[in-house]
């Protein structure tokens, strides 16, 4: 990756060199807007650009560790879901060298404690608030964030379907346990049709008959004993691995061709 400048920062931000040496340096706040302020560290932040200041404070605040940012879920099934990503990522994490830091909320939104976070179904406004306060990578699993400059790891809903097609031709219904941002639910609807989201503990909703799905725990519940499922899993080696490249690109500030990881 070639080296990027303060020209650079400055041309992608569309501001002056002057308003980035401002900002970067902390001086001459009245020059700039803390709109301005917060692209500049942004754009800074994603092509890895350290100047002297910044380039100590960053180097003094380094953890080694990674927040995992999930929902207070209230279901079992919502629990049970997260359960499982928090085991998985957490070993993988582990072997690479990295501490997992676990938050169902934040008191405040600027972090000071991970070199970077990882949200899980997150609503784009909060991911927003969260972004507009910390300067860390941050990346999204289960959830659809309109910005190119975030990476985002989701499930290949369109493999799903055909899978499910290859498996009940089409009847079947697709049911899922409901740990997702309301934009991703959307393209999931645009994509399944008339899907069904578990966000509570009632299992009256599931239809009978084929189901699809991607929540392994659903076909183990005796309520359910009486339907034909089909599981695409969505908690996956692969799954897994697509969110370390994720985070090894972000932290590494690689230039890539997208931020988003549809997962098969």
């Known amino acids: 990756m070639t080296k990027i400048t303060i020209k650079d920062i400055a041309r992608k931000a569309g501001v002056s060199v002057a308003t980035v040496s401002y900002v970067i340096n902390g001086v001459n706040e009245e020059r700039y807007t803390k709109e301005t302020k917060q692209k500049v560290l942004q754009i800074v932040n994603l092509y ?17 560790n990674v927040i995992l940012l999930t929902d207070k879920h209230s279901s079992v099934l919502q629990k049970a879901e997260s359960f499982d990503l928090i085991r998985m990522f957490g070993k993988a994490l582990e072997k690479n060298g990295y501490g997992l830091l676990i938050r169902t909320h934040l ?5 000071d404690t991970a070199d970077a976070i990882v949200c899980a179904g ?32 989701y499930q290949d809903f369109s493999e799903v379907m055909r899978a499910g097609e290859r498996e009940f031709g089409h009847d079947f219904s697709v049911v899922l346990v409901d740990t997702y941002n309301e934009t991703l639910k959307g393209e999931i609807r645009g994509i399944c049709g008339d899907v069904v989201f578990l966000s509570g503990n009632s299992l009256g909703a599931v239809p009978h008959g084929n189901i699809v799905t991607v929540n392994t725990s659903l076909p ?19 799954r897994i691995d697509a969110v370390l490249d994720c985070l090894k690109k972000a ?12 997962v098969k």
């Open 251 to 262: 932290t590494e500030r690689a230039e890539v061709v997208s931020h988003r990881a549809l």
């Open 48 to 64: 890895n650009y350290r100047p002297s200041k910044l380039a100590q404070s960053l180097a003094n605040n380094k953890s080694s």
């Open 122 to 153: 997150m609503e784009e406004q909060r991911f927003r608030r969260l972004a507009k306060e910390n300067y860390v990578p941050m990346l999204t699993i289960d959830a659809k964030i309109n910005d190119e400059l975030f990476f985002q790891v």
């Open 220 to 238: 183990k519940l005796e309520e359910l004993s009486d339907r034909n499922f089909y599981v695409a899993p969505a908690l996956t080696d692969a």
């Open 107 to 111: 008191d405040a939104t600027r972090i």
